[in-house]
């Protein structure tokens, strides 16, 4: 069966190198929509009104998501107001200033110069955002939305996340069940959504692009009145693409998202959250492994039965209040539905008389989310505690209507479609997925001397998942609890350089819903991981700047492994990830942005259901992975405004195709590049290109079919903002 989200690991050696270049421009005649409406945020005063957690700048560099591409601090190292620099895990953030600069059409190139993340495992498969941290595939469960988890509950329903509709997105590194509750080891990526801020802004635009890409949206916000305690934003975006994938792809989106703060005095706020998003997109396209002259653009299914449509609608809230002791309470909350139209033709083989396959889902998913913090900040002699309790609960209800069939061969060398009359279908499956989960956490922070930070968490989950089979009335249960722990310090050196250490636990339900769907020999146990990490970070006195580098050790155990004859899993699976990181993100002479990424992952499978694949490498797990972007602006001289040129490179090592280690998938690296233009102090005009060298290679290659990565694509926009 084609399987949406392939969730094994995989890894190569080779050499890793980096590399930039500059684009020094492609022209576009773009028109203006002129409309009262938006901007990010681009206010000095933004950044404090937008977060509504209550964070606290220690090092002075600034911390604006909309002017700077350097952050000091993060809603998720902690759930706390602890400054990135103290904490004692990995945490990454892309702000929205770095967000605009390149341009990012998904997630998964907004984290794509970011460090101990491997993206695009799919190539242009962008059904959803794939992503690898610390070289465990965190695809289904890893994302989270304002502190929320927004994961794949089932087998295929599921929505991605608009780009447009963030300020800010946040990878933490590492075990973070303890915090977080259900998740592999790697990490998880937290998207903080934009909200209403008390300064007006506003901002119009327009894009077109390769492949007929047409887009247009508006930001806009400030306080209802002067004085008033009510704030409001709304953020639009509408779009009409061919899509980059292949022949007959499309990637057509809608996006709405009015949000309403009500914030009476400095120790309360309740920001309001709702959304719309409906994306009309393609599914996988893969071509015969190892074809040689062929034209990866050629499609090989069926146009009439091509399609990967979702619709999400989300309600929700953030509330906050401080009181006069010292205590902080948070509430957040959502409601998400999610609607799934997927219809597929694959498997088109070098054989001209082979049938296809052909594959459909109906699903609908339905989620509530609630997080509840209690934070008690006080001293102990002359020592400061922070002191966290919370509770939350997950309760996902999806339901999936799927088919699968055959549909009539084709020639791939001259193929001609046959219709909706060449296509078969008949029942695979009809379920209804449940699953509850319920967490109770702690976590004390301990700072001695105003240098030392001593951390400790403890967390009990509480997971109870059923699936029904409606076709034939039969059901899967199962329950999990899980007790999950870290430990972590945090000493500064100096004001502006700490050393850090931690110990942290994940835990990984693998009852019936999230088994993968295939048969397990024996009783499902929990997938359990263990991370030690250690590492130092500065954060400059002289200029803006974050530098991270991590050593780490990561091990899961109860890992699925097929049996010989690929019929059964059997869970006596382990796999360990030891590696390093450097990342660093600085501005000199506020002209000058740097990004810069290193990543060594050495994966090993340690364990599996028959022992042929101890001391193997786990699949699409690369070794090496690099990445550089540099930004530079001419100021303007009165006559000409201001001019931005930036150009990054990204290197990705080689891997293996499966965990056998018998199919190689080569190294490969492409080049980004971004020229923009202050047209007046309102109008800019930017042009940015992905992959300018039109560099074809395989991203991975998976039962036998490779996947290659999306070619060029040149994006042009012009912006109005006020």
């Known amino acids: 069966m084609h399987r949406a989200i392939a969730s094994h690991s995989s890894r190569s050696a080779s050499a890793a190198r980096g590399a930039a270049i500059l684009l020094s421009g492609a022209s576009l005649v773009a ?203 709304i953020t639009m975006k509408g779009q009409k693409s061919d899509g980059r994938s292949y022949d007959y792809s499309r990637d057509d989106r809608l996006y709405v998202a009015p949000a309403l703060t009500y914030s009476p005095d400095a120790a309360t706020s309740l920001t309001l959250l709702t959304n719309y998003s409906r994306r009309n997109g393609s599914p996988a396209r893969g071509i015969p492994h190892g074809l040689t002259g062929f034209d990866i653009d050629t499609f090989l299914g069926e146009p009439d039965f091509n399609k990967f449509d979702t619709t999400q609608a989300d309600a929700g809230y953030e509330f906050m209040h401080r009181f006069d002791n010292g205590l902080t309470f948070r509430q957040n909350a959502r409601y998400s539905h999610v609607g799934l139209d997927y219809r597929e033709v694959y498997g088109a083989s070098t054989d001209p008389t082979a049938d296809r396959t052909s594959f459909a889902v109906d699903g609908s998913s339905n989620r509530f989310a609630i997080d509840n913090q209690l934070q008690y900040d006080h001293d102990i002699g002359g020592a400061r505690n922070k002191l966290l309790l919370g509770t939350d609960f997950t309760y996902d209800n999806t339901r999936e209507d799927i088919v699968y069939g055959t549909a009539g061969p084709i020639d791939i060398t001259n193929p001609v479609y046959c219709g909706l009359s060449c296509i078969t279908t008949a029942p695979y499956v009809n379920w209804r997925v449940k699953q509850s989960a319920l967490g109770v956490y702690a976590q004390d922070e301990l700072t001695l001397f105003d240098k030392l930070t001593l951390t400790g968490g403890l967390r009990y989950d509480h997971v109870d998942s059923t699936a029904d089979y409606l076709d034939s009335g039969t059901s899967d249960h199962g329950t999990e609890n899980a007790l999950t722990k870290r430990l972590g310090a945090s000493y500064l050196l100096t004001p502006g350089l700490s050393a850090y250490a931690n110990y942290s636990e994940s835990f990984q339900p693998l009852v019936a819903p999230t088994a993968n769907g295939y048969a397990v020999d024996g009783s499902l146990k929990a997938q359990e991981g263990t991370q030690y990490e250690v590492g130092l970070k500065l954060n400059p006195e002289d200029f803006k700047g974050l530098f991270t580098l991590a050593f780490f050790d990561l091990t899961q155990t109860n890992v699925p492994s097929w049996n010989d004859a690929h019929t059964v899993q059997r869970q006596i699976g382990e796999v360990r990830v030891r590696g390093v990181e450097l990342e660093g993100k600085f501005e000199v002479f506020d002209r000058l942005n740097a990004t810069l990424a290193y990543s060594y992952w050495d994966g090993e499978i340690t364990g599996d259901g028959n022992g042929n694949l101890v001391g193997n490498t786990p699949e699409r797990v690369p070794s090496h992975l690099a990445s550089l972007w540099l930004d530079y602006t001419i100021a303007g001289n009165g006559t000409f405004g201001d001019l931005t040129l930036g150009a990054g490179a990204r290197y990705v090592g080689s891997t293996w195709g499966d965990a056998e280690n018998t199919v190689k998938v080569p190294s490969h690296i492409v080049f980004d590049a971004m020229a923009s233009y202050k047209v007046t102090d309102n109008v800019t005009l930017q042009v940015n290109a992905t992959n300018i060298f039109d560099e074809d290679y395989v991203s991975t290659t998976y039962y036998g079919t490779d996947y290659y990565g999306d070619g060029r694509a040149i994006f042009g926009t012009l912006k109005y903002t006020w």
């Open 31 to 233: 028109i203006a929509l002129f409309s009262a409406t938006p901007a990010t945020a681009q206010t000095a005063g933004s950044p404090s009104s937008t977060d509504l957690e209550p964070i606290v700048v220690e090092t002075g560099t600034g911390d604006s998501p909309a002017t700077s591409i350097v952050s000091t601090t993060s809603q998720s190292a902690t759930k706390s107001d602890t400054p990135i620099l103290r904490s004692s895990n990995s945490v990454s953030v892309v702000t929205e200033k770095e967000i605009e600069t390149r341009a990012a059409q998904s997630m998964q190139a907004i984290v794509s110069y970011t460090s101990g993340v491997s993206v695009d495992e799919f190539g242009s498969d962008d059904r959803y955002d794939y992503y690898r941290i610390r070289g465990f595939d965190q695809t289904s469960l890893g994302t989270y939305r304002d502190g929320l988890p927004a994961r794949i509950p089932a087998w295929f329903t599921a929505a991605r996340l608009e780009p447009y509709g963030l300020e800010r997105v946040e990878v933490l590194k590492g075990s973070t069940s303890t915090l977080f509750g259900l998740n592999g080891p790697g990490g998880l990526i937290n998207a903080v959504t934009k909200k209403p801020t008390t300064t007006p802004f506003g901002e119009v635009y327009t894009t077109l692009g390769t492949d007929n890409h047409f887009e247009t949206g508006f930001d806009i916000g400030g306080a209802l009145s002067p004085d008033s305690p009510w704030a409001y934003r």
